[in-house]
């Protein structure tokens, strides 16, 4: 068996150990005699599967208990649409755009109500997070919308926008459980677990309970209301019960390497490795504002579109996947979630200067 260092920006690589001891248990989960993937979700089995994966996802994130954890589908996607025909009291939401994914949240959200685009980078192609500190919030906006981490153009808020009082709805899609966060800061967190936590299939949302009614839009399907899965405690109908228990292998580990503190303190070395090197290099440039870099997704360039073809290419053969940038920008992006190790960071940093050598 041989691995490659896995630079996807998601589906994304999962901690070996996670990956070991889900085969382990892949004929018989502790002695039921059966996979999980084979299990009743209303099972005693599963029943702990799932309230143990949220007691340790609460921890790991401290969350508050006027908050609820629900794991959904239909992938972050989905939540563009859920957003807005729940929250959209007032049918007026305020959208930072520093991406793809927050535009389209934007546009998604722009067919339930007004949708005001309070800021936006989209002048300089999503390459740095505009002032945040005194935007035009909207007097009647029922939220203000981010996408904290950008993992098309590697930018990320540092700091979180002055919503002004009002609730503020992030997607932490591609930089969930990467650094310690207040959740009581944000109404709404939600992010699809296939870049940092899981395999693709289940979202994550964390919501402040307030903001869960039986006061949606009207016509708002039964599974798209958040009131649904609250109540059910996610077992309103049957749940991606594989993808949670791996989830739930995922926190465990977190936990076990001391979590999140640690894990902010590994991925700033990682990304630091990788920076550091983009800035002393004469062949590869970051696309990205220095101050607004992501931890999690590094965007880089030659400037020349046959060299990076050229680096994508030689970088596989040498067991470094993955590396191209997304269908939109081109270039190069290497995508470092928690579980890529520090190795691989200097897998791909030792072959980076041997390619600038060769080529320059
Ligand atoms: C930040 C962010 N939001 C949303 C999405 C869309 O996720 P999904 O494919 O789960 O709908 C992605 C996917 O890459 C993403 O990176």
Request: charged residues 25%; glycine residues 8%.
């Amino acid at each position: 068996m041989s691995r490659v260092y896995n630079f996807s920006a998601g589906p994304a690589v999962l901690p070996e150990e996670v990956l070991k001891s889900a085969a382990e248990e892949m004929l018989d989960y502790k002695g039921t005699g059966m996979s999980v993937m084979e299990m009743s979700h209303r099972s005693k089995a599963f029943e702990e599967i799932i309230t143990t994966a949220e007691a340790d996802l609460r921890e790991l994130m401290n969350i508050p208990d006027n908050y609820k954890v629900l794991f959904l589908q239909g992938g972050a996607s989905q939540q563009f649409a859920m957003i807005p025909m729940n929250l959209m009291k007032n049918k007026v939401a305020d959208y930072i755009v520093t991406g793809q994914w927050a535009k389209k949240a934007a546009s998604e959200a722009a067919k339930y109500g007004k949708v005001n685009k309070i800021a936006s980078s989209e002048d300089k192609t999503f390459s740095y997070i505009p002032d945040c500190s005194d935007l035009p919030v909207s007097e009647d906006a029922d939220y203000v919308y981010i996408c904290e981490n950008n993992t098309i153009y590697g930018t990320k808020f540092k700091e979180l926008p002055n919503t002004k009082g009002k609730t503020l709805v992030a997607d932490v899609s591609s930089c969930f459980l990467s650094e310690p966060v207040d959740v009581s800061k944000y109404g709404v967190i939600y992010g699809g677990v296939q870049k940092n936590i899981g395999p693709a299939g289940v979202v994550i949302v964390i919501i402040r309970e307030d903001l869960i009614t039986e006061d949606v839009l009207p016509g708002t399907p039964t599974m798209l209301t958040y009131k649904t899965h609250a109540d059910a405690e996610s077992l309103y109908n049957t749940p991606p019960a594989y993808g949670i228990y791996i989830c739930g292998k995922v926190f465990k580990w977190l936990k076990s390497m001391g979590g999140l503190e640690t894990m902010k303190a590994r991925n700033e070395k990682k990304a630091a490795l990788l920076y550091d090197f983009l800035d002393q290099s004469q062949m590869f440039k970051g696309t990205v504002a220095k101050e607004d870099r992501s931890l999690m997704n590094v965007p880089f360039v030659t400037g020349n579109a046959d060299l990076d073809a050229k680096f994508v290419k030689e970088a596989k053969a040498s067991g470094l996947e993955n590396l191209k940038g997304h269908r939109s920008v081109g270039g190069m992006r290497a995508s470092i979630y928690n579980a890529m190790p520090y190795e691989g960071v200097e897998a791909l940093v030792a072959f980076m200067k041997k390619f600038e050598k060769e080529n320059l």
